[in-house]
């Protein structure tokens, strides 16, 4: 056994073959772990909308004034932010606030664009939306702001959208109802999900 060197290490030949299967694995993977990020991003979204509307009904009880949120769009996407109803200015570093994230959009009304779902249906919602900014007087009821004092009950309904590296596009909705109950429906497979 005097000559006899024993050779470690792998051959050249299963160095390949273990490469090509984590290529392929990869290349698989990939598309996949692409759109649970965006899925994630898009829920993230939804969340944080809900949360900021919560809060905007919590404040105009707590604070025995009506309370509105508003949508704008700065360089990360659009963020929603809240004021009492009467103020008009824009948003400052003082007013709560929610960053939606930067590949979402917000929808004027209903969707629109290629692949979009029809809008969710007053059989879906329980009550007719509509898509203005949504007021909570101080009993924290939504209603739609148009003067002191003259807030009209109702409910609403918000589209957002994200744009995917694959060319396919995420959908998700936030509701109010005219009781106040918050709801995240998400698109998926043909219908709505709340």
Not at 69 to 89: C, E, I, M, R
Not at 115 to 137: H, I, Q, R, Y
Not at 169 to 178: D, E, F, K, L, Q
Request: aromatic share 8%; glycine share 12%.
């Amino acid at each position: 056994m005097e000559g006899v060197l024993r050779q470690r290490g792998f051959s050249i030949l299963e160095v390949l073959i273990v490469v090509s299967v984590l290529l392929i694995l990869g290349i698989i993977g990939i598309p996949n772990m692409m759109t649970v990020i965006s899925n994630a991003r898009l829920q993230g979204g939804g969340t944080s909308l809900s949360g900021l509307l919560q809060n905007t009904r919590m404040q105009a009880v707590k604070k025995n004034v009506t309370m509105t949120a508003h949508f704008t769009v700065l360089g990360n996407g659009p963020v929603a932010y809240a004021k009492q109803a009467t103020d008009t200015s824009s948003l400052t570093a003082s007013d709560p606030q929610a960053q939606l994230g930067a590949p979402l959009t917000k929808m004027a009304s209903t969707p629109t664009g290629s692949g979009a779902p029809a809008a969710l249906t007053t059989a879906e919602l329980g009550f007719t939306a509509v898509t203005t900014d949504p007021s909570f007087n101080s009993r924290g009821l939504p209603c739609v702001y148009s003067s002191p004092g003259n807030c009209a009950n109702s409910g609403f309904v918000y589209y957002f959208r994200d744009s995917r590296p694959s060319g396919k596009t995420g959908w998700i909705a936030v509701s109010i109802s005219p009781a106040g109950r918050i709801r995240r429906w998400t698109y998926s497979s043909g219908s709505w999900i709340g």
